[in-house]
């Protein structure tokens, strides 16, 4: 049956890590399989990062710029030589391709959201295989995607994806980073990433010397994506002939399982495409009616008021200790939640003086973070035996 991939390629897969030059067998490798894949009739989009990597090999750099500046200027370089030898690559094999730049305020505005899901769609229609990359050049700090695991798992939920590869330069998930940990144990099944937490992974604060995120944003993806109902696959890719064999149900790599339960195509865009403009803290009642009852929350259950919003923006909701447990769209302004917090919703006409929403987020309008609670059952994952020396 024809399916909908999504296939991340990081930076450390795309060049050579000592020379910072173009990894061009992979590349090759990575396009005969996708245009493969695409022959097969499955829809195809490719994440590629590398637009840094490979502006700073076309310039002789050494090291990855620090400022934002030169980030975005040489990212401008690298982008488009990237996509010439993408188009080179794929032409030879007759595979239409396209360019797609996104900013994360492209996912915010609803209306830019559903344009971008449009534009994917249209693509995919006419056999293109999409490139997807952050517009690094114009992406203020503030509102970046900052990493490609992250928009290719926003980019699978958009598109409603049945998978979605994170290709990188280590076979699989470890228990431990795998470069300074030799006795790290791979890992090969997440049932429940909900309970990801209790296998308590070791990731380090960084990938490797051109990476950007490392294993966390790989997890963070995994989360997204699966919480979308996108199979998720970390392997590496350096043998992106894999992906056909993975396809066909070869247990290559770490399989992330999606949820059973997809959250709807709006409710996904309230948890990942909006960026939370504040958070209430709530007392233990609402969390537990909220986390349990799935109810709405009511000003009575609100014990502080953080950032300066609007009504209709997202916020976070979290408990009193600030870990988050849901998001929504807030009915009121953070002026009035400060003078109604802790208030039972009769009192409010009179506390503000006119005729205000019943709730503060509506059920409709909120969506559970998904984080393991102490009463959650412990994560089935299957740890493979490490190699042992004959
Ligand atoms: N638990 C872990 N399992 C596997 N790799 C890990 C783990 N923790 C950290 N890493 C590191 O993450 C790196 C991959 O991340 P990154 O360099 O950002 O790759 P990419 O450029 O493909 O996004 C690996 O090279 C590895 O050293
Ligand atoms: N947008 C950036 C890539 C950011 C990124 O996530 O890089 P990587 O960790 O190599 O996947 C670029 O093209 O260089």
Redesign the pocket.
């Known amino acids: 049956m024809p399916q909908t991939l999504v296939i991340k390629i ?4 795309l060049t050579n890590p000592s020379t910072g030059y173009l990894a061009l067998s992979t590349i090759a490798a990575l396009v005969e399989t996708l245009s493969q894949l695409r022959q097969l009739g499955h829809s195809v989009i490719l994440v590629s ?1 590398g637009a840094v990597g490979v502006g700073c090999a076309r310039l002789g750099m050494t090291e990855r710029p620090r400022t934002i500046a030169l980030k975005q200027a040489v990212a401008a370089v690298g982008q488009g030589r990237l996509m010439r030898v993408y188009d080179d690559f794929f032409t030879s094999l007759q595979q239409p391709i396209a360019q797609v730049l996104l900013t994360r305020t492209d996912l915010v505005q609803r209306s830019r959201y559903l344009n971008a899901y449009g534009t994917f769609q249209e693509l995919l229609r006419l056999g293109v295989i999409p490139i997807v990359n952050e517009n690094d050049t114009v992406a203020v700090d503030e509102l970046k995607f900052g990493d490609n ?1 992250t928009l290719s798992a926003l980019v699978a939920s958009l598109v409603e994806a049945d998978w979605l590869f994170l290709l ?3 076979d699989r ?7 300074s940990n030799p006795d ?1 144990q791979p890992i090969s099944l997440v049932q429940s990433i909900e309970q990801l937490e209790s296998l308590q ?4 604060d960084r ?2 010397r ?6 966390v944003t790989k997890i963070t993806a995994a989360r997204i994506a699966t919480g979308a109902g996108v199979r998720t696959v970390i392997t590496e ?1 350096r043998s992106p002939q894999n992906l056909l064999k993975i396809v066909q149900g070869e247990p290559i790599g770490t399989h992330f399982e999606p949820q059973p339960q997809a959250a709807s195509a709006r409710k996904r865009w309230i948890a990942h495409g909006l960026l939370p403009a504040g958070k209430l803290y709530l007392d233990d009642g609402a969390v537990k009616v909220i986390c349990q009852s799935g109810k709405s929350l009511l000003a009575a259950g609100i014990v502080e008021v953080e950032g300066e919003f609007q009504s209709q923006d997202a916020v976070q909701l979290c408990d009193r200790n600030g870990r988050e447990i849901a998001r929504g769209l807030v009915n009121y302004t953070s002026i009035e939640l400060q003078r109604i917090r802790g208030c039972r919703s009769e009192a409010i006409p009179s506390i503000l003086g006119y005729a205000a929403p019943e709730t503060v987020v509506h059920r409709d309008n909120l969506v559970l973070s998904g984080q393991p609670s102490p009463n959650s059952p412990s994560l089935r994952v299957m740890v493979e035996e490490p190699d042992l020396p004959l």
């Open positions: 990081g930076t450390s897969s990062s695991d990188t330069d280590v998930l470890y228990s431990a980073d795998p470069r790290a992974v070791q990731v380090g990938g490797s051109w990476g950007t995120g490392g294993m890719g």
